[in-house]
């Protein structure tokens, strides 16, 4: 049984699930997908760690699938930097379709609206009103970034580290880079420690 008849005789192929990678489907099951309305999260950083094959977004998309964006887990993406997956998509989409195929908009909308379909919240993923205030912010001031024409065409291609700031509901929550209240030399040591347990480094 393939995976996906497995998920369907669970009963759970349908709106409220959405799938990490879709690497390995084949064109009759991104059909399935699309009429079940099933997304895809894509991991393209995690899916070239462990070399586990390349997601067929435009495929998915022609068929009629939303694809959104994940960093996976910390067994195959320690930086979890979503911007930087959003390149790493962009980066590995384009190399498998063409240049004319898949622009930095593609992949900035798959981290955004595609995201927002991925978890089922219609509300998010895109500036409009009546959406819900999740907005981040990036600076352009870094060697990096010099003499780029297009700043959302910079984010993806120059590859931008980290937002300056985030809103969530209206709300900050990091400011200059930071998160606030969080103490960042504390946390650091903390998952320095139990990672050093995992590894059988100390007691």
Not at 159 to 172: S, T
């Amino acid at each position: 049984m393939r995976p996906l008849d497995y998920l369907d005789d669970c009963g759970w192929l349908g709106q409220r699930t959405w799938l990490a990678h879709g690497v390995h489907f084949i064109a009759d099951e991104m059909a399935r997908l699309a009429r079940a309305g099933t997304t895809i999260s894509h991991c393209a950083s995690s899916n070239q760690v462990l070399a586990s094959g390349g997601c067929p977004v435009c495929d998915l998309e022609r068929a009629g699938v939303r694809v959104g964006i994940g960093v996976d887990g910390s067994a195959s993406n320690d930086g979890s930097n979503l911007v930087q997956e959003v390149r790493a998509a962009f980066l590995v989409q384009r190399g498998r379709y063409g240049v004319s195929a898949v622009g930095h908009r593609d992949a900035l909308r798959w981290a955004t609206q595609g995201s927002a379909a991925c978890i089922g919240r219609p509300e998010l993923g895109e500036i409009r009103a009546g959406k819900i205030a999740d907005l981040a912010f990036f600076k352009l001031d870094e060697l990096r970034f010099s003499g780029a024409g297009d700043p959302l065409a910079a984010l993806v291609l120059c590859g931008a580290r980290r937002a300056d700031r985030v809103m969530i509901g209206g709300e900050w929550v990091v400011e200059q880079g930071r998160i606030a209240g969080l103490d960042i030399d504390d946390l650091m040591l903390r998952h320095g420690a139990a990672a050093r347990r995992l590894q059988g480094l100390a007691a």
